[in-house]
């Protein structure tokens, strides 16, 4: 089975990314800033951001990058 690209996951519905990303992804991190959590998700050749509302337990949108200052932010290194 071939990879799933970035630019082939963009092309999906939100539905279908949202289910490609909890039924395929892997979870590797999340943080917390304020009232806002993100979920870190490895998604074959690139990852998946899920930011969720934590006061309200709601998702509240996604973001899918290869690289860059959002998977920089979830490095431990200082």
């Known amino acids: ?8 996951f963009k092309l999906l519905s939100d539905h279908e990314q949202y ?6 992804g892997t979870f590797l991190d999340a943080l917390i ?3 806002t959590g993100y979920a870190l998700y490895a998604v074959d050749l ?3 951001e899920i930011e969720y509302d934590v006061a309200r337990n709601k998702i509240v949108g ?4 290869v690289t860059g200052d959002k998977l920089n932010s979830y ?3 200082i």
Do not use: G, P
């Open 1 to 8: 089975m071939s990879k799933l690209s970035l630019y082939d």
């Open 19 to 24: 289910d490609v990303v909890f039924s395929e």
């Open 33 to 35: 800033e304020d009232n």
């Open 46 to 48: 690139f990852f998946v």
């Open 62 to 65: 996604k973001t899918s990058f």
């Open 75 to 77: 490095s431990k290194i």
